[in-house]
């Protein structure tokens, strides 16, 4: 029994010194998060350049523009068909394949150890912690049944759940990073993104 607790003792001693350890590697909860130490500015401070996901972000979100020192103007509201036709018009505008991001990429523009969490404002000036449009639109309804009577004579693999993931989009949060599907109406702001170079 003795044998059992001075065990149990060094373990928690061994534990506490690891969790001493580890407080000293991470770098406060206010400081960047690995994602944004990985990002640059372009040279003209339009772009926030992300070299290992090989794309480059608009800095600005759509309807605000680089001023030399912030994104000036509001942020555009649209629904998601604006949204995709936005990203169109400024590829055709600029030559470049500029896209609506997917998901998990604005997810990756979220530093959840911020204090408090949100997008690294020096990268992303002027960025509001709202819900932004993303390109992803599966939306998992779980799996069917297909020897549910129901789903048999709907003659379908989701019935109801399916006609809804064709009026709704995901869109992420951006002061939290989750992630959740929005009726494709809704007026979100768009960040757009493109390949690099």
């Known amino acids: 029994m003795l044998a059992l607790a001075a065990l149990a003792a060094l373990a928690s001693g061994a534990a506490s010194a690891q969790q001493d350890e580890d407080d000293e590697a991470q770098p406060p909860a206010s400081a960047p998060a690995a994602a944004a130490a990985r990002m640059e500015v372009s040279e003209d401070g339009t772009l926030v350049i992300d070299a290992r996901s090989k794309v480059a972000w608009s800095r600005c979100l759509e309807g605000t ?54 997008v690294d404002s020096v990268l992303f000036p002027s960025s509001p912690g709202t819900w932004h449009w993303s390109s992803t639109s599966r ?59």
């Not at 990203?87 to 394949?97: D, I, L, T, Y």
């Not at 990429?105 to 949100?118: F, I, K, M, S, T």
């Open 65 to 118: 523009r680089w001023n030399g020192q912030t994104c000036a103007g509001l942020p555009r509201l649209f629904t998601r068909t604006e949204a995709q036709a936005v990203a169109r018009e400024r590829s055709q505008a600029e030559g470049v394949a500029w896209r609506l991001p997917r998901a998990t990429e604005l997810r990756h523009l979220v530093q959840r150890r911020a204090v408090p969490p949100g």
């Open 139 to 197: 939306i998992h309804t779980g799996s069917v049944n297909m020897y549910n009577y129901g789903n048999a004579m709907q003659g379908s693999t989701g019935g109801v759940a399916n006609r809804m993931g064709t009026r709704q989009g995901w869109a992420v949060d951006m002061g939290s990073g989750e992630s959740a599907p929005v009726h494709k109406d809704s007026a979100l702001p768009v960040r757009l993104v493109r390949p690099y170079p």
